[in-house]
């Protein structure tokens, strides 16, 4: 799997869109970007995942660069539930193995 | 509908005891997992399966065993327990094995001594 680099940490004003980079300049043709938040102490929840298009659901919004070397995740108005470690994915469709790195630890500030 | 159920949320062994980690989902998903995550680090696969009556290793299996028992359990065992498995265990489910977002547990949090 394509190794991914984010930020360790970030903050964000309450009401503002969070904007969480992620670089994946290795990714293959195959692989897609997953997006995980896993608040403290609590097991990770899945956000979002994208092939090349950009994706929305209701949590969030996945920007993919058209050379697919990098992604955003937009939270288009953070609240304080929203703190919490944020893991950028890339995986093989159909592989069972998640990497979870280190993360973005966002805290939204009031 | 409870998602993914884990027990015990907690447990303290002394080394070389031996102890089994539930795990239970009421999804009818096919796939299940086990991961650990140490302090300041991500999680790591420990062992999967793909669907009921398959289990692969994952990537840290070693001191681990598991069992599959019917679609909705996958438990875990350690037969041995070591302080370098202290850590916290999360079961997670999918509908497919790598092709469907996982849903995850609440976490069982292991100290040996």
């Known amino acids: 799997d394509a190794k991914t680099t984010q930020p360790p940490s970030m903050d964000c004003a309450e009401g503002r869109a969070a904007n969480l980079p992620c670089n994946h300049s290795t990714i293959s043709g195959n692989e897609y970007v997953y997006w995980y938040r896993q608040i403290h102490s609590q097991g990770p929840q899945y956000i979002i995942h994208g092939l090349k298009n950009n994706e929305t659901n209701e949590m969030a919004s996945l920007i993919i660069t058209e050379d697919r070397k990098s992604s955003t995740l937009i939270l288009p108005h953070a609240t304080l539930r929203d703190t919490a470690v944020y893991y950028c994915?890339?995986?093989?469709?159909?592989?069972?193995?998640?990497?979870f790195g280190t993360g973005t630890r966002l805290t939204i500030i009031p | 509908n409870a998602g993914v159920t884990q027990t015990p949320k907690f447990q303290v062994l002394k080394t070389g005891q031996s102890m089994t980690l539930q795990c239970a989902q009421d999804m009818n998903h096919n796939s299940m997992y086990w991961y650990r995550q140490d302090p300041g680090m991500g999680l790591r696969l420990i062992y999967y399966s793909a669907s009921e009556g398959t289990t692969d290793k994952g990537e840290v299996p070693n001191g681990y065993n598991v069992s599959r028992l019917n679609k909705r359990e996958f438990s875990l065992r350690l037969e041995s327990a070591a302080p370098s498995q202290t850590s916290v265990y999360f079961c997670?489910?999918?509908?497919?094995?790598?092709?469907?977002?996982?849903?995850f547990g609440p976490g069982t949090r292991l100290t040996v001594t």
């Open positions: 994915i890339v995986s093989n469709f159909g592989n069972e193995k998640l990497t």
């Open positions: 997670a489910s999918s509908e497919r094995q790598g092709l469907d977002e996982q849903y």
